[in-house]
């Protein structure tokens, strides 16, 4: 395979770098992820660099290169294997039903900024993660998340349906606030 095909991105600055960065459908956002094997629930925590790598964005300690221009990067993300199926962690103990219960949740779904299910290990992980970015300082540049399928949004007599690409990233802007987007 000739990688001269694709637009290989590198970092100018820091050398820490996320595994991938792609840009989003239908939109000049790029979005940069670092990928774990999930095996090992210790892998995915190890994925928590991807505040560093924001850091180091939002800092300009590294600028991302593709085609030897300046690339504005919006999300960093965290991905496993599982991440198809709605969740990161190999070993999953429930989800949660974000349309019932706190009348905040319940809205937030409703209203597409929060996954209608979410695996619990998954929820727990990144509302984790989303502390951690704000001890950073949330900055306006760029937010933090998981890459995720929204296989989960309708469940019906607990079977899984095909889910498209999505993530969930939390993003600062004149507030702060959780943002749930499907990637195609």
């Known amino acids: 395979m000739l990688l001269s095909k694709y ?27 670092e ?13 928590t ?3 560093d790598y924001y850091d180091d964005y939002v800092t300009s300690k590294t600028k991302y290169i593709i085609d030897e221009k300046e690339i504005e990067i919006k999300h960093f993300l965290i991905g496993t294997q ?10 999953e103990f429930g989800f949660k ?7 905040g949740k319940s809205f937030a779904a409703n209203n597409n900024i929060i996954p209608t299910f979410e695996y619990n290990l998954t929820h727990n992980f990144i509302r984790q993660l989303w502390q951690d970015w704000i001890r950073k300082g949330k900055d306006k540049t760029a937010g933090v ?3 995720l399928s929204d296989s989960l949004n309708e469940l019906t007599d607990n079977e899984f349906k095909d889910g498209g690409p999505a993530f969930m990233s939390q993003i600062y802007t004149t507030r ?3 943002y749930w987007c499907k990637l195609k």
């Open 176 to 178: 702060w606030n959780q």
């Open 49 to 51: 660099k991807i505040i």
């Open 97 to 103: 039903n974000n349309l019932t219960g706190n009348t």
């Open 82 to 91: 599982f991440s198809p199926e709605g969740h990161l962690f190999k070993e």
């Open 145 to 147: 998340g998981v890459l």
């Open 35 to 47: 990928l774990k094997n999930s095996i090992k629930s210790i892998n995915v925590r190890m994925g």
């Open 7 to 33: 637009n290989i991105f590198k970092t100018i600055g820091s050398t820490k770098k996320p595994d991938i960065i792609f840009k989003k459908p239908f939109c000049e956002e790029y979005i940069a992820i």
